[in-house]
């Protein structure tokens, strides 16, 4: 069996417009620990994660513990929305749940990005079988591979966890079938 553990990235400092160098806010790197805590007893082999800061930063403090290496996979990236910053997030997310095809000229839609995560995840399957995988990942890149492989999560299910900050989401394959996805709210362990 091949345990994936994904961590949805601590709260990260909205002040900051870059997806790749945002950074965790205060309260982000201290609900980070959360993650560690949670990682501590797994047998964790492997830590991967999507390029951007945050998602790094929220497991850096495990795997510097675990003294594991922290491989970034660009294509764990999060969804390019835009070149510019959107106001109205909420609608646009919304839209983009409803239509998987809908996206703005210069972003991705949610194919695309379900698409390039299975991708990099069966890659993950093929070269750590057998293994316990942390990956360090993104509210709506997260979503969609849970969508893929249940399509019952939709809209309404991204939104509780919209604002669900650090999250962790467990997939235990056979071979490259998932067989259980549990999700986890560190803040009520």
Not at 3 to 16: G, K, L, S, W
Not at 103 to 115: A, C, F, T
Not at 136 to 148: F, Q, V
Request: net charge neutral.
């Amino acid at each position: 069996m091949t345990t994936v553990y994904f961590i949805r990235h601590a709260e990260p400092n909205y002040d900051n417009h870059d997806d790749m160098s945002r950074e965790l806010s205060s309260k982000g790197m201290k609900d980070r620990k959360l993650v560690t805590y949670f990682l501590l007893d797994k047998h964790i082999d492997v830590v991967l994660s999507s390029p951007y800061k945050r998602a790094i930063d929220t497991v850096a403090e495990f795997a510097k513990l675990a003294n594991l290496e922290i491989e970034t996979i660009a294509d764990f990236r999060e969804r390019r929305v835009d070149s510019e910053w959107i106001a109205d997030f909420n609608a646009f997310c919304r839209k983009q749940w409803e239509n998987f095809n809908y996206k703005l000229s210069d972003g991705e839609n949610l194919i695309e990005v379900q698409s390039r995560n299975i991708r990099a995840l069966n890659r993950v399957l093929q070269t750590f079988k057998g293994k316990n995988v942390v990956i360090g990942s993104h509210g709506t890149a997260l979503s969609t591979i849970i969508n893929y492989y249940d399509e019952t999560f939709g809209y309404s299910e991204f939104k509780k966890i919209k604002n669900l900050m650090p999250w962790v989401v467990k997939f235990s394959f056979e071979e490259n079938v998932c067989i259980k996805i549990q999700q986890y709210n560190l803040f009520t362990l």
